[in-house]
Every structure is written in C-alpha cells, then in structure tokens.
T-cell receptor, first 114, second 111 residues
Framework: EPEVTQTPSHQVTQMGQEVILRCVPI?????FYWYRQILGQKVEFLVS????????KSEIFDDQFSVERPDGSNFTLKIRSTKLEDSAMYFC????????????FGQGTRLTVV | RKEVEQDPGPFNVPEGATVAFNCTYS??????FFWYRQDCRKEPKLLMS???SGNEDGRFTAQLNRASQYISLLIRDSKLSDSATYLC????????????FGKGTKLSVKP
C-alpha cells in the first residue's frame, strides 16, 4: 500500500537553529500539506501546497516557515530559526486530485527544540 | 467559539460496550466531515467520512445534523483494539482540502 514517508522520525535541535523536515508524498498525489501537533493538543493545519506554490496557510505559518518541493518526489518544511514553542509532532499529508479523496498522513517527525 | 469541539474524555468502557462521541463545529458553511482515529504518538488515520444521511461501517455509525452543526460517532461492541483518540475533523472553507481537527476524545476499552 502506498504511504507518505517522513524523515527523520525524531529531530533534536538547539534554539535558533534551522531545521528541514522531509516528506515523500504518495506518487500520484498533487495536494500536499503540513500539520503540527504540540504534545497534548490538537492537530493544527500549517500550509497546503499545490501546483508548486502555497495555496493556503494558517496564522501559525509565519515568516519563520517555508515549504519547498525541490524535485519530483520530496516536499520539505523548513523552520528558519527554531523556538522552544516549535517543539511538536509535524505531520506531512498528501491527497489525490479528485474531489473528496482522503488525505493520507505520514508517521510524523517529532521535533524537540532545546 | 472553537472551530471543532469535542468532549475530551477519557471514556473508559468495558469490552462489548456501546460508546458515543459527539462533536460540534462552528462554520455552518462546512461541507465535509470525518472521523479520524489517532493512536498514541502516531499519525491520524481516517476512520470514516460522515455523510448527511448518516452512514455505517461495521460496528461504527456516523451521523451528521447540519441544523445543529453536530456530528456523532457510535461504536458498538467495542474491542480492546478500539482504544485510541477519536478526532472529529471538518474540511476547511478554502477549497484546498485542509482539515480542521477537534482536540479528540480518548477512548480506553478495558477487558
């Protein structure tokens, strides 16, 4: 069964450092998403990406965040200068182009900022 | 008012019990609704979509009341493996398919 894969599974970084979280969406999917979940809290939408550009973003997705699809397979989330409050589980998701199709989530990257 | 609200639980039930989860959403223009399941420290996984007429999938029944902006999930004959957090999810208004999650209701099924 095709799946969304994310690397690394766990990343520890020092405050102020840049991190790049990587995702390989399902191959025929065209919509890509990043969500985050702070421990004990709800899953929150960060950004959606379609046709090589951001299609929608939330208030959380400020100038510290950026996304990129550098080649035909990877989809990355960069946090430029990490803060303690960026510690969370980051989930990548992808969806096929048809209306109503479900989004498939990767297993997540646990980011710990120290 | 929160966009998607759920009773946080936890619900502790014996095997075989019937358990119901409720959810309300704030945006009356919302069109698509789902229940996801999330195991501890894992990704959310789609359990079922929720249709206007209500729908059933084995032991799981989902209902939608648009007038009350209310969604429910019923689990019959609960199994130990049903223990998880159940997330009420509404598709966002932007048309890009982003999802708005409730905080989830934790279910613990005991032998």
């Amino acid at each position: 069964e095709p799946e969304v894969t994310q690397t690394p599974s766990h990343q520890v970084t020092q405050m102020g450092q840049e991190v790049i979280l990587r995702c390989v969406p399902i191959s025929n999917h065209l919509y890509f998403y990043w969500y985050r979940q702070i421990l004990g809290q709800k899953v929150e939408f960060l950004v959606s990406f379609y046709n090589n550009e951001i299609s929608e973003k939330s208030e959380i997705f400020d100038d510290q965040f950026s996304v990129e699809r550098p080649d035909g397979s990877n989809f990355t989330l960069k946090i430029r200068s990490t803060k303690l409050e960026d510690s969370a589980m980051y989930f990548c998701a992808s969806r096929a182009p048809s209306q109503g199709t479900e989004a498939f989530f990767g297993q997540g990257t646990r980011l710990t900022v120290v | 008012r929160k966009e998607v609200e759920q009773d946080p639980g936890p619900f502790n039930v014996p095997e075989g019990a019937t358990v119901a989860f409720n959810c309300t959403y704030s945006n009356s223009a919302s069109q698509s609704f789902f229940w996801y399941r999330q195991d501890c420290r894992k990704e959310p996984k789609l359990l079922m979509s929720v249709y206007s007429s209500g729908n059933e999938d084995g032991r799981f029944t989902a209902q939608l009341n648009r007038a009350s902006q209310y969604i429910s999930l019923l689990i019959r004959d609960s199994k130990l493996s049903d223990s998880a957090t159940y997330l009420c999810v509404v598709k966002g208004p932007g048309g890009q398919g982003n999802l708005i999650f409730g905080k989830g209701t934790k279910l613990s099924v005991k032998p």
